[in-house]
């Protein structure tokens, strides 16, 4: 997991000087086998989300994300999956307004999606499939993650084999 994380922040940097990849959850520090809430499967060290990278009106916002946590932001787009009673996928309509208006930025997320899906060490990749329409990153390893999980459009999980 570190050597493809550095690696890909090594490539983004490269290909866009002054790049920030930052790491979001990668699993929660105190209990083998239990994850940091909501997530189902960051409990054994092969799955990492990663922040989007994001810009404003002035550019590209090195090592910014939009919200103080990286994630709960969510990207506009159509919802994959009907209302159900019990479900991961919240949207937090009511804290969208407390975010800055910062905008994905699409060029080092799509380069981000496309670097880790090129790369045999990665397994899959989740992104909502609006991002994955929106971003024309249709590879194989990129899934739709399903309707009892929390949602993609905040971030970037991949997890390595």
Known sequence: MRDVTTDLSTHIATRFPGTVTLGLDGNFPFFDGFP????LSH???NK?????????????????TASPIGYFDFEDGFESCPQKQWS????????????????????????????LASDP?????????????????RFGK??????????????IHFQVH
């Open 121 to 137: 060490r990665v397994e899959k990749i989740f992104l909502e499939p609006h991002l994955r329409e929106s971003l024309d990153v």
């Open 48 to 64: 990492l989300d990663l922040a989007f990278y994001y810009s404003d009106e002035n550019g590209y916002l090195p090592g910014k």
């Open 88 to 115: 991961m996928r919240w949207n937090f309509s009511w804290l969208q307004s407390f975010w800055p208006d910062y905008q994905l930025e699409r060029q080092r997320t799509k380069a981000a999606v496309t670097w």
């Open 142 to 155: 990129v899934r739709f993650q399903g309707c009892f999980a929390a949602r993609h459009d905040d971030h």
């Open 43 to 45: 409990d054994d060290g």
């Open 36 to 39: 940091l809430l909501p997530h």
